[in-house]
């Protein structure tokens, strides 16, 4: 393992496990798009998110520079979708992937968990990274079903849930 700071930050948060998401535009030249695992609530009031991607990579000009963008969170079922979006080869919104392209709008992932869409509010540059500031105008559920993860390269689907064990069995004794 190298010793540099920048490998440690990026070995120490391939530990971090993440949902994943997909941020989508509809440019003049056809839809963009990218995997992102940087997604945060900022705001219940008004809506609004965060993410950030990559200033050097070929999407985060174009997502960065449209107005409007969806956010679309990514069931275990999807990790093909996620792949596909982090491989610059790789083909893309297409139908057999779930995609609907509304003309203007940025591009609909049926049977996405959630899908968040809005406005840019701010793209602030952050080292390599640019983060970007949505406020939401529009939510969309799906259907509750167990999400997509990413951890140390890989992608992963949760396991049983440790919420159904007795609360005593989780938390010590409180002292009297």
Known sequence: MSDTLTDQFKAGFRRYPTGVA???????????????????????????????????????????????????????????VAAAFADRTAPRFTVAQGWTLPHGEPPVLHDAAASFSGRVARVIPAGEAWLVLLEVDAVSLGESTDPLLHHDRNYWSLGPSVSTLPLDRILPEKAS
């Open 22 to 80: 997909i941020v989508a535009a509809s440019t003049e030249t056809g839809p963009v798009g990218a995997t992102v695992s940087s997604v945060a609530s900022v705001s219940a009031n008004p809506p609004m998110l965060s993410f950030s991607v990559s200033r050097s990579g070929r999407s985060g000009p174009a997502l960065t520079g449209s107005d409007r963008l969806a956010v679309h969170v990514l069931t275990e079922s999807q990790a093909l």
